[in-house]
C-alpha cells in the first residue's frame, strides 16, 4: 500500500528547510547504505548526528504525530529518527531494497522497517529527474510530490531514486516499525478506518457505527503487536 500524506509542511516551510538545510555540512550517503545499497548509492546526506537533522527530524514526528492520515496508515509504534539526503546534478539510487532493521545511533533500540517515508523538501518545478520509482504489485509507480508532501510505502518493496538531471532533490527519508507489521492487514485496517470516518460524517446508524468500530479495534487487537 502506497499512501501520500500531504502538506506536513507547506511549500514555504519547506523552502525555508531547504535553505537552512543548504547550509549545513554534508557527508556521503554511503554511510548508511548496505553492502548491495552502496554500489547504487550516489548522493549526499546530513550526518545523524548533525543538531539542525535532529531539530526538523523532532519537528517532522510532532507534525506527523497530529496527523490523522498518517496515524491511521502507519499505526506507529517506533519512528527512525528522519534522515535527510540531498541529490544534485546526475546523482541518483539504483534498485534496492532498505535494510530490514536499523539500530538507533547512540541507543539500544531497533526500529523493524515496516514502511519507509520520503518527505519531500524541494520545489519540484525546481529539479528536474529525482523520481522516487517504487516496483510494486501493479507494477511502478513514480513519485514526485509538492515540498512538504510526503509519500509512505511497504519497507519491504524494491525502489529507487531516478538520476536528478537539472537542480537539486532535497528530502528527508526515515522509517517505521508499525503495531501491524503486515501491509495487507495494515491495508484493511486503513480502508476500514476511511470508512467508518465517512460513514460518521453522512449520519449514518449509530447501531451499524458502533458494531463497524468494533469490528476495527478487534482486528486490531488481534494483529497489533505491541
Ligand atoms: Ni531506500
Not at 511549500?11 to 550517503?29: M, N
Not at 523532532?58 to 509504534?77: C, G, T, Y
Request: charged letters at 25%; glycine letters at 8%.
Amino acid at each position: 500500500m502506497i499512501v501520500e500524506i500531504p502538506g506536513v509542511f507547506s511549500p514555504q516551510e519547506a523552502q525555508v528547510l531547504v535553505e537552512k538545510l543548504r547550509a549545513t555540512s554534508w557527508i556521503d550517503g554511503k554511510i548508511t547504505a548496505g553492502a548491495q545499497s552502496q554500489r547504487v548509492k550516489h548522493n549526499r546526506q546530513l550526518d545523524g548526528d548533525n543538531p539542525l537533522g535532529r531539530e526538523i527530524g523532532d519537528e517532522i514526528i510532532n507534525r506527523l504525530a497530529k496527523d490523522a492520515v498518517f496515524m491511521s496508515a502507519a499505526l506507529p509504534k517506533r519512528i527512525y529518527p528522519p534522515l535527510f539526503n540531498r541529490y544534485g546534478m546526475g546523482e541518483s539510487f539504483g534498485f534496492h531494497i532498505d535494510n530490514a532493521v536499523r539500530g538507533i545511533r547512540a541507543s539500544r533500540e531497533r526500529v523493524r522497517t515496516d514502511l519507509s517515508a520520503t518527505l519531500f523538501l524541494s520545489d519540484p518545478d525546481s529539479y528536474d529527474g529525482g523520481e522516487l520509482v517504487i516496483r510494486d504489485t501493479y507494477g511502478e509507480q513514480r513519485v514526485k510530490l509538492k515540498a512538504g508532501s510526503m509519500i509512505l510505502y511497504p519497507g519491504s518493496s524494491v525502489h529507487k531514486v531516478e538520476p536528478v538531471t537539472r537542480g537539486e532533490r532535497m528530502a528527508s527519508f526515515f522509517w517505521i516499525e508499525s503495531l501491524v507489521r503486515d501491509d495487507a492487514q495494515r491495508s484493511v485496517l486503513l480502508d476500514m478506518d476511511v470508512a467508518i470516518q465517512r460513514l460518521t460524517q453522512q449520519e449514518a446508524s449509530e447501531e451499524s457505527l458502533v458494531q463497524l468500530t468494533g469490528c476495527y479495534h478487534n482486528l486490531l487487537r488481534m494483529w497489533a503487536d505491541c
